[in-house]
């Protein structure tokens, strides 16, 4: 059983950066795959980024390669979303999801979901 909790959601500025966290309850965080989604009003959820139990692996949706960077340290039990060089169609609500599994990320089949943060990009 893992319980998981996102902050550090917020407004900010187009072009502008942010850290999103996703914190773990109990003490197996290493045994799972961590993973990012989002959704925005009236669209579907959609995979963000996700990273390997060790972190030697990690997967991005085509539309943030380049600016966002997913991490983990487990030790903390927490995950990060570094969010560079926002825009305003990354404005959504972001989930933390884990998985027991290193394959098949990509998809939405996690066993785990963090309540969301709101991510909101103004222009």
């Known amino acids: 059983q893992v319980q998981l909790v996102e902050s550090g959601g917020g407004l900010v500025q187009a072009g502008g950066s942010l850290r999103l966290s996703c914190t773990a309850s109990?003490?197996?965080?290493?045994?799972?795959?961590m993973g990012w989604f989002r959704q925005a009003p009236g669209k579907e959820r959609e995979f963000v980024a996700a990273?390997?139990?060790?972190?030697?692996?990690?997967y991005y949706a085509d539309s943030v390669k380049g600016r966002f960077t997913i991490s983990r340290d487990n030790a903390k039990k927490t995950v990060y979303l570094q969010m560079n060089s926002l825009k305003p169609e990354d404005t959504a609500v972001y989930y933390c999801?884990?998985?027991?599994?290193?394959?098949?990320?990509?998809?939405?089949?996690?066993?785990?979901w963090g309540q969301g943060t709101q991510v909101t990009v103004s222009s």
């Open positions: 999801a884990a998985k027991r599994f290193d394959y098949g990320l990509r998809g939405h089949e996690y066993d785990y």
């Open positions: 109990g003490r197996t965080f290493s045994m799972y795959a």
């Open positions: 990273i390997s139990r060790s972190g030697g692996s990690t």
